[in-house]
């Protein structure tokens, strides 16, 4: 079983994104039996809440639903459960690595290096309401993680 974390600043926007989009992509591929798949925040801002409704609005039109979703904060003990832990931005990262201890497994990465677009980042639809512009992004690192994965 392949277990993957995907991590951003609040765990309401980007992340929660990337989690229901990587688990409908694994579903229509049969696979779902085969991944553990959730999300977290580097902040305490949001723990509890559920996905911010732009967001949820963004999946729903793509026939994604997030319900039951409450943000969670990064545990240190995440970093063994997990086989990948996956941030959003280079803070993200950053931030990941001081809560997690480093990075000795090189689990951490950026999600859209698995879209061929290693160094950049997912588009913060907090900052830009551009929450299309995050659809694309998301979805594109998905499917390269997948499609890497799988191969």
């Not at 992509?25 to 949001?46: D, H, W």
């Not at 509890?48 to 999946?59: C, I, K, S, T």
Request: with cysteine.
């Amino acid at each position: 079983m392949v277990k993957i974390l995907f991590v951003c600043h609040g765990n309401i926007c980007r992340s929660p994104m990337a989690e229901f989009v990587m688990k409908d992509l694994v579903k229509k591929a049969g696979q779902e039996a085969e991944f553990e798949i959730a999300s977290a925040a580097t902040s305490t801002e949001e723990i509890g809440n559920p996905v911010y409704p732009p967001a949820r609005r963004e999946l729903a039109a793509h026939g994604i639903g997030c319900a039951g979703h409450a943000a969670r904060q990064l545990r240190r003990a995440d970093y063994d459960h997990y086989d990948l832990l996956i941030g959003m931005d280079g803070a993200n990262v950053r931030n990941m690595r001081r809560m997690c201890g480093g990075d000795p497994g090189g689990k951490i990465r950026l999600l859209l290096d698995f879209a061929g677009r290693p160094g950049q980042e997912v588009a913060d639809p907090w900052y830009t309401g551009d929450f299309t512009a995050t659809w694309r992004d998301v979805e594109a690192g998905c499917r390269g993680l997948l499609e890497q994965l799988n191969s």
